[in-house]
């Protein structure tokens, strides 16, 4: 039985960073925010889960919607783990395409650069993907990645203990 989900995808994958990338205030963002913000985006009834900042629940609770049997992870942390070989390659390809900066990759951000994305591409998204694009680049995407108030210790799926700060 062949089964496919937009998260094995690398051409996906691409799409989903850029689309998560063009909604960052300042398009850019470390590495390992741009893995967890895109497994909110793959899963967003994981969001349910996630310890919002003050205000910022309501909404990323509403746009979490209901859990389907058909589109569960048995464990979102290994999940993580296990996609980082893909997101290493998604973000190789586009530092390949010049869409983000190589070196700002090599010291862990991931950045947009001025290249021009076609309209055509991102206009494959719906309404649904855009708004939760936006909603995780402004609100999740910008919380900073360590410490106990960190992006990794609020959604839980990287260990955050040693973290320096």
Same mark, same amino acid.
């Not at 925010?33 to 967003?44: E, K």
């Not at 996609?83 to 991931?110: C, D, F, S, T």
């Given at each position: 039985?062949?089964? +496919?989900?937009?998260?094995?995808?690398? +051409?996906?994958?691409?799409?989903?960073?850029?689309?998560?990338?063009?909604?960052?205030?300042?398009?850019?963002?470390?590495?390992?925010?741009?893995?967890?913000?895109?497994? +909110?985006?793959?899963?967003? +009834?994981?969001? %349910?889960?996630?310890?919002?900042?003050?205000?910022?629940?309501?909404?990323?609770?509403?746009?979490?919607?209901?859990?389907?049997?058909?589109?569960?992870?048995?464990?979102?942390?290994?999940?993580?783990?296990?996609?980082?070989?893909?997101?290493?390659?998604? %973000?190789?390809?586009?530092?390949?395409? #010049?869409?983000?900066? *190589?070196?700002?990759?090599?010291? *862990?951000?991931? /950045?947009?650069?001025? %290249?021009?994305?076609? /309209?055509?591409?991102?206009?494959?998204?719906?309404?649904?993907?855009?708004?939760?694009? %936006?909603?995780? #680049?402004?609100?999740?995407?910008?919380?900073?990645?360590? *410490?106990?108030?960190?992006?990794?210790?609020?959604?839980?799926?990287?260990?955050?203990?040693?973290?320096?700060?």
């Amino acid at each position: 039985m062949l089964v +496919y989900h937009p998260a094995f995808d690398i +051409y996906h994958g691409v799409f989903r960073a850029l689309l998560l990338l063009e909604n960052v205030p300042n398009k850019s963002m470390p590495f390992d925010a741009l893995r967890i913000v895109d497994l +909110y985006f793959l899963f967003p +009834y994981l969001l %349910a889960d996630f310890e919002f900042p003050r205000g910022a629940g309501r909404r990323g609770r509403r746009l979490a919607g209901p859990k389907s049997r058909f589109n569960t992870l048995p464990s979102p942390k290994t999940f993580v783990s296990q996609m980082q070989g893909l997101h290493m390659l998604i %973000a190789a390809a586009l530092a390949g395409r #010049g869409l983000i900066q *190589g070196e700002a990759l090599k010291r *862990g951000n991931v /950045e947009r650069t001025d %290249a021009v994305v076609s /309209e055509e591409l991102l206009g494959q998204s719906t309404s649904e993907d855009i708004e939760l694009a %936006a909603y995780l #680049g402004s609100n999740l995407a910008t919380i900073p990645l360590l *410490g106990k108030d960190g992006l990794k210790a609020r959604s839980r799926l990287m260990e955050f203990r040693y973290d320096p700060a």
